[in-house]
């Protein structure tokens, strides 16, 4: 429902950009519990009349599929500036006879009561004409009309007063919608933190709220780890693409902020333009101690197959390229014991897509403890089989992890035989930090980078632009290049892209970052860039 959502939204903004009088805020939570899974809300739905390709308006590709009415001569007429979709309840009638029933509720705001009104009447007429078995009751002093087409699953509508229309899967599900609206401690915006979060949605064009709790229970995911239990998404019209500001809410107290900066960290002018994933910030070593690594660890022990749930942020080497026996070279390393706990200024991270093995690259500012952190990992690679080798390159002094092997040069005859030496990482100093590859072939690209940094690179610069200026750090994700890596990581995206093809088929790369000190909540933006 989410990339719907953005989907929507992106196609939208493609057309032209909104005007900021057009930006508002949502008013529909009224309507939707505050132990709702999931609500979005789309502001200025009447852009969205104006796309043509199957798929992008869940309006016009959905809902009204097979009503028989045209959403541009029938809807469009009286639609406000409003829609809300939303999953009320897991099980609106608590049956467990019949399993669970999610109810789904539609709320759509009008601009001409009257016409709306004539368009509910006359959506019933038609399909009582199809054969539907039609229900009248008023509730609360609003008419509340229902179906049961030819035995198959009810649907509800009601006019209330002359704001809204509703639709929803079951009478049920509408009048509690009604109820919630006239009581309003049962509503989502009595929620506190509801009123908090509504800060940031106040100039987007869509907003989606989450009770990660009962999402994950709706998506059948455990949630074995539990640090934040709500969460927003609100969407803004920026230049070149799409902005997403999210809140995520602690049900405790939040561990400490790291650090913000005023701009991107030099270490990333060591990581080449053509990366696919780079990461930019400071301090590893305060990493796990801070408020993204308790978002990360709920993340984290939804995502991983095997339920882990450990409270560190501890990957094993070989997460980042292939799972093969050389991959496993360097798989005893353990990042926050190895290598975050020494890492105290600035760092950068790199993965360049190169058939299934990605190149990696991890820049890392020097510091006191620098030259014992380097020590113990040639200790581990010379645990793990490996010379621990010098050379020069470019009168550069060259570290190498190599594997050693003798090969027979002469196939037949007397043996004449000759070493080579396989590289599974090599480090050096530039300046004032170390860089670490996964390949000499690398390093030379690091060495020779001159003016194609990912630092100076325009489309980097482009999606920054669009994040607030103090933050602490960038994750930057070059879609085009890096969706390999990330679907063999992350299986659903494979999903994800058939639910919300156009958007990725337009999608060029995201750039992520977190920032804000609140204890009781962790800010982060997301910029899509989009193509033009």
Known sequence: MLLLSITSCAEALAASPFGKENLIESNSAIFVSKQAP?????????????????????????????????????????????????????????DPDNGKLPGYLLAMATKSPEKSREFVQLFFSKR???????????????????????????????????????????????????????????????????????????????????????????????????????????LLPVSKGLLAQTVALSTQEMLAPLESLSKPVDALKYIPANVGIAVGSTDLSNLSDSNLAMFWQQLKSVLSPQGETNAGINLNFSNFVQQDAEAQKLSSIDLSKDIFNWVQGEYAIGLISSGQSPEWIFVTEKAPSTQEGIANLDSIAAKNGLSVTEFSLFDKPIVAWTQLKATDANKSGKPSFSIEAKA??????????????????????????????????????????????????????????????????????????????????????????NYGSDTNSLKGDVFFQLEE
Do not use: C
């Open 38 to 94: 999931v609500m979005i809300s789309i502001l200025n739905p009447e852009r969205l009349q104006s796309l043509d390709k199957p798929g992008y308006s869940f309006l016009k590709a959905d809902f009204f599929k097979n009503s028989g009415f045209n959403f541009r001569e029938d809807v469009q007429p009286w639609l406000g500036n409003e829609v809300t979709l939303a999953v009320t309840s897991l099980d609106f009638d608590r």
């Open 424 to 513: 599974y990482g090599v480090h050096t100093t530039l300046d004032n930090y170390e860089i670490f590859t996964s390949s000499l072939e690398t390093m030379y690209e690091v060495l020779t980078i001159k003016d194609n940094a990912l630092l100076e690179n325009r489309n980097f610069k482009n999606s920054i632009a669009a994040l607030p200026e103090s933050n602490a750090g960038y994750v930057y994700i070059n879609w085009v290049t890096s969706q390999g890596i990330l679907e063999r990581q992350i299986p659903i995206l494979k999903l994800l892209k058939l639910v919300a093809k156009p958007f990725f088929t337009n999608l060029r790369s995201l750039t992520i970052t």
């Open 128 to 234: 009582v004409l199809a054969g539907a078995e039609l229900s009248v009751e008023e509730f609360a002093g609003i008419k509340v009309i229902s179906d049961a087409p030819n035995n198959k699953a009810t649907l509800a509508g009601a006019v209330v007063g002359d704001k809204y229309v509703l639709f929803a899967n079951d009478p049920k599900v509408l009048r509690e919608a009604i109820n919630n609206a006239q009581a309003p401690d049962l509503s989502l915006t009595s929620v506190k933190k509801y009123e908090d979060i509504k800060q940031v949605s106040q100039k987007s064009l869509g907003v989606a709220f989450f009770n990660l709790p009962i999402v994950a229970e709706w998506l059948g995911l455990k949630l074995p780890i539990q640090n934040f239990d709500e969460q927003s998404v609100a």
